[in-house]
């Protein structure tokens, strides 16, 4: 008896790992419920802005993220603790609720997009970093439900899709934002000042991809190329929760987890694309003629940032933020135009080569500079030394 109790707390860890990995299903189902939602409420115009919009919310999202959470997980100078900032839940809440009374109007929705993501990446990552696992089960399932309830709706020709996807976000906010017992950690300026800038460089080159596809390829491409980049983030989910984890402490066991979920993710995205679900969920823009080889090297660049991944959270665990500042920004300029290159082919399979190219390039970049400054002390090791 003993014996299957210390067994089964020998597994509970990996456990607790892979729930909360599968409640990151929640986050990324939000931009494929948008558009699933906006393929049946709005025109082919409208929709195209909107894809757009989820690419410029992603990336507002990943900046507010990075001040909140990732800032102060990246400072060796601190406890590394962090919460869910009222006002942030705050303005979430009221984002969601204009969209639950104007569940028709694509201005309204393209507004407060940013603000619900945001809100959205904030209160799952404190919830990961800080192991709150229980809460976020509960959290994710309220995500979830509305995202289901919204994408039900839409299928069924009904207006208020977006009411049921606003109300479940609402709902996982006010759970996100419960009192816990420990502050947040007080921010290291300069660490915050260069992983904003990080940030900033690499996300924005996204919605800035999205708006070239747009305007030079028109919105059913702008629409493709969203569609196919939110399936894709299904693999995204691990990685982020390894990305989190590693911050505060190197674990194998969450590298295992991480990359075994990846195998199974990449099985059930194979698995709803020649079963036809993702052309049932993303109408007539998703065939499996066009997005096959598209999804698969979509695909294939979200896999990739496994190598990148954890050299990069090394680096930034021991405090060197201005080296992966610089190293991102080289690799996100190369990144973008390799992307020019491949919009300038007509086609979005290119712009899908070039960016699993860049990932090779900072996987590249992270693993060589981890090397070599390895054997050097880090910058928070030296600081505290000469306190």
Request: charged content about 10%.
């Amino acid at each position: 008896m003993r014996r299957s109790r210390s067994g089964a707390a020998r597994f509970a860890p990996a456990i607790m790992s892979l729930i909360a990995i599968l409640g990151g299903v929640s986050l990324a189902v939000i931009p494929a419920a948008t558009l699933a939602i906006a393929a049946r409420v709005f025109s082919t115009v409208e929709q195209g802005s909107v894809a757009v919009a989820i690419t410029a919310a992603t990336f507002i999202g990943q900046v507010v993220f990075a001040v909140v959470v990732e800032s102060r997980l990246s400072s060796a100078l601190t406890d590394r603790r962090v919460t869910f900032p009222l006002w942030l839940a705050s303005a979430g809440l009221a984002a969601a609720l204009a969209v639950c009374v104007f569940p028709t109007n694509a201005t309204v929705l393209c507004l407060a997009l940013p603000v619900m993501v945001a809100a959205l990446e904030v209160g799952r990552g404190v919830s990961v970093a800080e192991r709150l696992d229980r809460r976020e089960i509960a959290a994710a399932a309220l995500v979830g439900l509305g995202a289901l309830g919204g994408v039900l709706a839409a299928l069924a020709n009904q207006t208020w899709g977006f009411t049921s996807l606003a109300g479940g976000i609402a709902l996982a906010t006010i759970v996100r934002c419960l009192p816990v017992a420990h502050r947040a950690s007080k921010p290291h300026l300069p660490t915050m000042g260069w992983v904003v800038a990080d940030v900033s460089i690499t996300g924005v080159i996204y919605p800035l991809i999205n708006t070239m596809i747009l305007a030079l390829l028109g919105p059913l491409a702008a629409v493709l190329f969203t569609a196919i980049s939110t399936v894709s983030g299904l693999l995204a989910i691990p990685l982020n929760f390894m990305r989190l984890r590693l911050l505060k402490d190197h674990s194998p066991l969450d590298i295992a987890v991480s990359a075994g979920s990846l195998v199974v993710a990449t099985a059930a995205i194979a698995v709803a694309e020649f079963t036809g679900v993702l052309g049932l969920v993303f109408g007539d823009a998703w065939t499996v003629g066009v997005t096959v080889i598209p999804l698969a090297v979509a695909c294939l660049w979200r896999a990739a940032s496994l190598a990148a991944t954890i050299p990069f959270a090394s680096l930034r665990r021991n405090g060197h933020v201005q080296v992966v500042t610089l190293l991102r920004a080289t690799a996100a300029i190369l990144t973008f135009g390799l992307a020019f290159g491949g919009v300038a082919t007509g086609d979005i399979l290119g712009v899908f080569i070039a960016l699993l190219l860049g990932e090779f390039v900072q996987a590249a970049l992270y693993e060589t500079a981890r090397r070599r400054l390895a054997a050097r002390p880090s910058p928070g090791a030296s600081s505290e030394a000469g306190a």
